[in-house]
């Protein structure tokens, strides 16, 4: 394929991403309800009164539900159309063992959902609310400035938490290796630590009870993309004793 070709083919996986992110957030704006009740019968919103600052604020919740929900279902379909896209460049081994990365997509972004919603988020929404209480501020909160609190925590740890995928995949591919992993350790930690010091409140404890977990991600996709490496040089040293003669 040329190269217009390849940005013809790019374009149209890229438009079939987006059709399925649009069907995903009408899928979504039914399902918020639900999502939102379950919420709110929750530690602890469920003994709170939130309210509407704007006549937007029931749409805008409606739509951060939606989007969520869109990403659970469109970032495995994301992953299998960019396995489709660089199909053509693997062998019939790399194909099949990269395309069992696409549900590992979905999985790794529940576990990052859970993490974020059941430990960072509680433990970021105590930590405010006692400096509101500590400085005698009478709380009370709108319900897009809670959700966007949440989401705002949720999103981003939910989505880090597909780096070890990630770098699995670009290993397989041969962009990453191992070594120029190991070199980008300490930028790795900057951004990971300064990811965690922006979603979380500014107390040293929180920010280590997620940036510690990320820098753990990133120490187990070093070690992934070993395993997938090493097994990339054996195939690569079969082949040329098979065929290199």
């Known amino acids: 394929m040329s190269l217009f070709e390849h940005l013809g083919e790019f374009r149209r996986r890229l438009i079939y991403v987006l059709i399925v992110l649009i069907i995903g957030m009408i899928i979504g704006l039914f399902m918020a309800d639900p999502a939102y009740n379950y919420l709110m019968s929750q530690e602890p919103v469920n003994g709170m009164s939130l309210h509407a ?23 495995p379909f994301a992953a299998f159309q960019l396995w489709g896209f660089v199909k053509p460049a693997l062998r019939v081994k790399e194909q099949r063992a990269t395309l069992i990365y696409v549900p590992f ?31 005698n501020l009478e709380e009370t909160y709108g319900v897009m400035q809670y959700f966007s609190f949440m989401f705002n925590i949720l999103i981003p740890i ?33 951004v990971l630590i300064f990811i965690g010091v922006v979603v979380t409140p500014p107390d040293f404890i929180s ?31 079969a082949w040329e004793e098979e065929y290199g003669n």
């Not at 939606?66 to 990403?71: M, P, S």
């Not at 995928?165 to 930028?187: A, C, E, S, Y």
């Not at 920010?207 to 054996?234: F, G, H, N």
Request: hydrophobic share 60%.
């Open 207 to 237: 920010d280590s009870l997620v940036a510690v977990p990320l820098i753990i991600l990133y120490e187990i996709s070093v070690l992934l993309s070993s395993v997938v490496y090493r097994k990339q040089l054996a195939a690569d040293k």
């Open 158 to 190: 939910s989505l880090l938490f597909e780096l070890p995928i990630v770098i699995m995949f670009l290993t397989k591919l041969r962009i990453l290796t191992p070594k120029r992993l190991r070199k980008m350790r300490r930028l790795a930690y900057f």
């Open 53 to 75: 600052f704007s006549l937007w604020d029931g749409i805008g919740m409606y739509m951060k539900f939606a989007l969520v929900i869109a990403l659970i279902l469109v970032l």
């Open 105 to 135: 997509v979905l999985i790794m972004f529940l576990i990052g959902l859970a993490f974020s919603y059941f430990v960072v988020f509680p433990m970021a929404f105590n930590f405010t609310t006692k400096v509101a209480r500590h400085l």
